[in-house]
């Protein structure tokens, strides 16, 4: 195999790494949901392109209200879907809709978009 297609074979190779790793490994800040006074936990999440913030750390037990500022008329991010609650929601563009639900115990959940393109985390503790 000559030297200029062993190169290739390797910067291709290095870039799939590479592109696995920010898109499903890079680490990410959680943003701490913020309590009302009703105690309520409500944290907006920004939706283009992606969410923002793409990993939520929230309390068990305590009603949660995620908002879903979406920003953008994209088909992949008309819908939101946060499996381990049962929900399926459609995300109108250009509005904020709020999920309601009650984390009942410590974990990781992922939400995602309908086609599972777009994810992000929410961890209870």
Known sequence: MPAVDLLVAVAGLA???WVNWYFFLAGQRAVQASSGSSGRQE???????GYEPSAVRVQAG?????????QES????????I???GVR???PAFQKTAVELTPSG?????????????????IVE
């Open 15 to 17: 870039l799939i790494a």
């Open 83 to 85: 499996r381990d609650f």
């Open 106 to 122: 410590p974990g990781t959940h992922e939400f995602t978009c309908g086609m599972g393109m777009l994810r992000g985390r929410l």
């Open 74 to 81: 994209s088909g992949c991010s008309e819908e939101v879907v």
């Open 62 to 70: 305590q009603p949660l209200s995620l908002v879903f500022d979406r």
């Open 89 to 91: 929601r459609y995300l």
């Open 43 to 49: 944290v907006t999440v920004t939706v283009r392109g």
